[in-house]
């Protein structure tokens, strides 16, 4: 919720998280950095979660990592200038099947090629929500 709220966790919403619960605010501070979901810095309208563990790196997914840091102007961690976008990479999300996968906010992305990201990063620039529908269960073709 403070996250929701506030775009991302500062050391005074963990602070007041801690108080909440009546916990340690360390113990806040290790649950925030434990988990890719939390952000202890401002991010982007749209915080991209690539997925790099096996299945996603099998199927392409660094290669899908460099085309939006080049495509963005950013390096993962980063956010564009006009705060649009944020690039993380992280563990599982639970689409091995459909690899590689990407998360935008709420929403996945299955089976991306390169062209896929493209249509994605379009949609969200101009719409604010893309079009695209997840394809069949494998590895898109090399």
Do not use: W
């Not at 080049?70 to 992280?90: I, S």
Request: glycine residues 8%; negative net charge.
């Amino acid at each position: 919720v403070a996250q929701r709220e506030y775009g991302y966790l500062s050391e005074e919403a963990m602070r007041s998280v801690a108080r909440l619960l009546e916990i340690n605010p360390t113990e806040v501070y290790g649950v925030a950095t434990f988990y890719t979901m939390y952000s202890l810095k401002p991010t982007g309208k749209y915080v991209i979660q690539v997925c790099r563990t096996l299945s996603c790196a099998l199927c392409g997914a660094l290669e899908i990592i460099r085309h939006i840091e080049q495509k963005l102007g950013v390096q993962e961690g980063e956010t564009t200038r006009d705060g649009l976008f944020t690039l993380k990479t992280v563990e599982c999300i639970a689409s091995c099947g459909t690899a590689p996968a990407v998360q935008v906010n709420e929403h996945y992305y299955e089976n991306l090629t390169v062209e896929k990201v493209d249509r994605i990063l379009s949609d969200l620039a101009t719409t604010g929500k893309s079009s695209l529908v997840s394809g069949p269960f494998m590895c898109p073709p090399r």
